[in-house]
């Protein structure tokens, strides 16, 4: 079930997984969890960190904008992603996710078979405090903990504070296209 994307040699890891709180680097006390799914309340929190959101931060059409569009994105990945969200003073602020690279889950034996895609948002007023690092850490381990193995994602070419990110924790290069550079990880864990 594995694809043909290239992943590095050596796994990295571990990974710290939820539930953490750090302070940012703005003073500000952060939350991160890893929702097992999005009921409602989480749903609707997320939704409404996403309504903030600044359409000219969006990358390759995500967030999608506009609140049904939002809500019907997260409904459509919600049931088979893996997701940990970061909270200021119970207000969602952070959203990281991996999402199956399958059409199907129900048919995969076990995570760690196939790979999964990370798109990773902070709200632009939380941005540049170690929130985005700490949430995709904190995804990492807990990705990990379930037994996902390999990572990948695609960024904007001319990114390069989030390249540097995901450069820090470990994401390698795997290819460019005209706008996007595609990376990728290995996860460090039980087989």
Known sequence: MVGTRQYPDEPSGPFPSPPTTIEDGKGRSIEFRAP??????????VVDMYRKFDPTDRAQGIPPTGEDRIRNWLEAIGEDSVNVVAR???DVIGHAMLVPDTDDLSTVEHKGDIEW?????????YQRAG???VLLE?????????GIKRVWLTVERWN????ALYERVGFESTGTESFEQEMA???DGDD
């Open 117 to 125: 895609e990370l798109a990773i948002f902070v709200l632009q007023t």
């Open 185 to 187: 990880i290995l996860l």
């Open 138 to 146: 904190q995804l990492l381990g807990h990705a990990s903990e379930i």
């Open 36 to 45: 097992a799914a999005f009921a409602t309340e989480a749903l609707e929190d």
């Open 160 to 163: 390069n504070p989030a390249i």
């Open 88 to 90: 200021h003073d119970g």
């Open 131 to 133: 929130i985005g690092t």
